[in-house]
């Protein structure tokens, strides 16, 4: 495993040749491994590279086979790692064309060499393909070989060409509808609620060959040292992909898999890998710089500006239930097909077929109490997802969840709950687990999270902002196990996926210390400039206040997005233009304000320098924690971003490295704007993970001693290495610093040295004063 990666995002904007030309600063930073996003064929423009079109070919925007090779070199030249996102679950298809396999899926249907590729519902009927703007195919026309619809083609297979488009249309393997009937009718399963991502069928040993042919041919040449694999739960058996691609790579490639885990969830202890991508320690690490007194003023304040008090929970079933009944009716509408009979009922879900016409995937006529059965289960799981047999007790929770919301379903509960145990292989079990996680990603994350906004710092991707941050006693004990049962996994702060980035997480986490000076504010500025829904107006004004300086462009980008995921005053499938025109409207009329624009500044002056601080500790824990850490590209300077694509604007990579060869020569910056101190803590402290790994061993809490005790956290990797942080910092000033707290160190007196301030601690209990006296993280030493 590295020591430690650096994620660079790929696109025709950054390619193989501009990440080259950055390994000399990576190297110099003290990065372990560079982390690319995935590297194969994507849709034209794309800046993820999540929509593969073509896994047989690298992509050719961000450079080719042969810029991909340069760039290889350049990371071996300087003794660098490789590590390489993938996508199994799924491939783009928004332009058919540009997809060969599902071109020739949608030409010839069942007889395509690659018909099982995609996890179609054949018995359905033709393929159903959410284009069309309304119900009309007037629109449609015949060109060449081709099908158009405006600026969309499509092919017609072979000999059905003649006649008006219309009728030429009704003979394909595929059918043009409104794109509104893909969330209910859609028969192919696709990644969440995108029609535009088809699902891939990884575990027919074939097409797992066929997919990851040319990334395990990468591997066999050496060009990459390890592997990330993106959304396992969408797969159908994850466990036996996790085995298949690790008989593949061999014993010694490092093997991460993007599971979101919940609080004290683990991974299966049947996968062979290595780790996670992260989430769970993003959770504990920013957590323990919450404060807990701060939960019940800021939670009035949620009540009182909302007029509702609901629990998370709560929350999150109501909308867990709204997008499994909205946009994930097709999947629910699938699986209740394939439901036995529940005892003494009239009609099961599992009823023959005749015709198109009367298919449960096409017509949602499967009982309607099954279907209801089916939702209410998928909403009940505590996590996203089970891997039956693994797994089995979370799988009888969401049962016993789905029973006391809708007692009446009890029968039906237990037919899909006995059937599952009764195979837990089978189709119903297998799309039962794919599906929960579904509904879990959409309704909690991309709903719920946009709705209760009683503190958005901990509403983020693997967080439950029920808990009201981490107990020092819980960060230590998850650290502790991190360091004796997962030391190779990864752990980050930011990712392309974040609601918000970690900085900004740091800064609205000093709101926690000062509950009251915030409920004075919000109500004011909320009255002055109202927003169309008032949980919305929580959501903005934090993030305003976490993300500033922010322009009204980039401000109005993130609030329609996230009022959209909301689904409370509009969506994305139901937008509401007077909704959306005041929401985009609002940044400009808030930055616009002299006023008010003078009267945040002031309260964000009032923030940032705690913030600052969070930032930095959250940055020390993290890096010389347990596990691999991630840094995100750009965030080793302070960098304040909302959700994507906020967080994948271009990085200004001149002043990182113009700012690091000033620290080289001997610059202590100050702890300011400039993000100077950040560059300097995560340079320090990934240059020792690099340069003495032997050092980052073991894990035990070190606990501070004296009146300001609670505002440290420190740990203790080995004999020779500490790092201790500052928490609460607020609190911290007001009751006048550190005093005559000290910091007990391991073992005998002996010399230590701050590779952050480049001085000397002497002493077995030196003063937290002394030892935080120049920045408010340290990270100790002993010489080798």
């Known amino acids: 495993m590295p020591s430690s990666t650096y994620r660079l995002q790929f696109s025709k904007d950054t390619t193989f040749d501009d990440a080259a030309g950055l390994v000399p600063y990576l190297d110099a930073l003290g990065i372990g491994a560079l982390y690319a996003s995935p590297l194969l064929e994507s849709g034209a423009g794309s800046n993820h590279g999540y929509d593969v079109v073509d896994p047989t070919r690298v992509s050719a925007e961000r450079g080719g ?13 300087r003794g660098l790692g490789f590590v390489l996102d993938i996508v199994p679950n799924h491939v783009g298809v928004e332009v058919a064309k540009a997809n060969p396999w599902w071109w020739d899926v949608l030409r010839l249907g069942r007889s395509s060499e690659h018909a099982a590729t995609f996890d179609v519902d054949w018995d359905a009927g033709p393929i159903l393909l959410p284009i069309l703007g309304d119900d009309s195919v007037a629109d449609l026309s015949v060109d060449g070989d081709e099908l158009r619809y405006f600026e969309h083609a499509f092919p017609i297979a072979p000999g059905t ?23 209910a009718e859609l028969t192919y399963r696709r990644f969440f609620d995108v029609s535009t991502l088809a699902a891939v069928r990884v575990e027919i040993p074939e097409i797992f060959e066929r997919t990851h042919r040319e990334i395990l041919r990468w591997v066999d040449a050496g060009d990459v040292d390890g592997i990330r694999v993106d959304h396992p739960d969408g797969l159908s058996d994850p466990g036996a992909y996790m085995r298949r691609l690790r008989a593949a790579l061999g014993p010694d490639r490092w093997l991460l898999v993007e599971k979101i885990l919940g609080v004290g969830e683990q991974l299966p202890p049947s996968w062979p890998v290595d780790g996670t991508s992260g989430y769970e320690a993003l959770r504990e690490i920013g957590g323990v710089f919450v404060d807990p007194d701060g939960a019940g003023l800021l939670t009035q304040v949620a009540a009182e500006h909302t007029g509702v008090k609901q629990s998370l929970h ?25 439901v036995p009979a529940a005892p003494g009922s009239q009609q099961g879900g599992s009823a023959p077929v005749q015709s198109e016409e009367s298919h449960p995937a096409v017509t949602g006529r499967a009982p309607e109490r099954v279907r209801d059965a089916v939702a209410e ?32 379903l009890a029968d039906e509960l237990a037919a899909i709950h006995a059937a599952m145990l009764a195979e837990p292989g089978g189709e119903l079990a297998t799309r039962v687990q794919q599906t929960s996680g579904m509904v879990m990603a959409k309704g909690v994350e991309d709903t719920a999270f946009y709705r209760w906004n009683r503190m958005v710092a901990l509403n983020e991707v693997g967080g439950d902002p029920s808990r009201f941050g981490v107990p020092p006693e819980e960060f230590h004990t998850a650290l502790a196990c991190r360091a004796a049962s997962w030391p190779a996994t990864m752990t980050t702060l930011s990712t392309h996926d974040a609601k918000r980035s970690e900085d900004v997480r740091a800064r609205l986490a000093v709101l926690a ?40 462009e980039r401000m109005a980008a993130y609030l329609g997005k996230a009022a959209k995921e909301a689904k409370r005053v509009t969506s994305h499938v139901d937008a509401v233009a007077e909704v959306d025109e005041a929401v985009a409207a609002w940044p400009a009329a808030v930055l616009g304000d002299a006023e008010l624009v003078t009267e945040i500044e002031e309260f964000v002056e009032r923030i940032a320098g705690p913030g600052r601080a969070n930032s930095l500790g959250q940055k020390l824990l993290q890096i010389a924690g347990p596990g691999v850490p991630d840094v995100y590209q750009g965030t080793e300077l302070f960098e304040y971003s909302l959700v994507d694509p906020d967080n994948r604007r271009p990085v200004d990579w001149a002043a990182r490295r113009e700012l690091l060869t000033r620290l080289d020569d001997g610059f202590l910056p100050d702890v300011d704007a400039s993000g100077a101190a950040k560059l300097l803590v995560t340079a320090a402290a990934l240059r020792l993970r690099r340069f003495r790994p032997e050092v980052f061993d073991g894990y035990r809490a070190l606990p501070a001693e004296g009146p300001a005790a609670r505002h440290a956290v420190a740990f203790q990797r080995s004999p020779s290495l500490v790092a201790v942080a500052t928490r609460l910092p607020v609190g911290l000033a007001a009751r006048g610093g550190w005093g005559d707290s000290v910091l007990p160190l391991p073992g005998a007196a002996a010399d230590w040295h701050d590779v952050i301030s480049d001085t000397a601690v002497d002493g077995s209990a030196p003063r937290l004063a002394d030892v935080l006296g120049r920045y408010p993280v340290a990270l100790l030493v002993r010489p080798a």
């Open 161 to 183: 060409g003649d006649g008006t488009a219309q009728e030429v249309h009704e003979r394909q393997h595929y059918r043009l509808v409104n794109w509104r009937r893909g969330a």
């Open 65 to 77: 086979e042969e810029g991909r090779r340069r760039l290889v070199d350049a990371v071996r030249e």
């Open 513 to 552: 210390e000062i509950p009251a000076e915030w409920a004075d504010l919000l109500p004011r500025w909320a009255a002055r400039h109202p927003l169309p829904d008032p949980s919305l107006e929580l959501l903005a004004w934090q993030n305003l206040v976490g993300a500033w300086p922010i322009s009204a």
């Open 377 to 408: 289960l998928l909403c009940g799981f505590p996590v996203y997802r089970s891997y039956l047999p693994e797994g089995r007790a979370s799988l009888d929770v969401a049962v016993s969840v789905a029973r006391a919301h809708r007692p009446d």
């Open 314 to 338: 709560a929350a999150e079933h109501d909308a867990r239930r709204e997008v499994a009944a909205t946009i994930l009716a097709a999947e629910v509408a699938r699986i209740a097909c394939l």
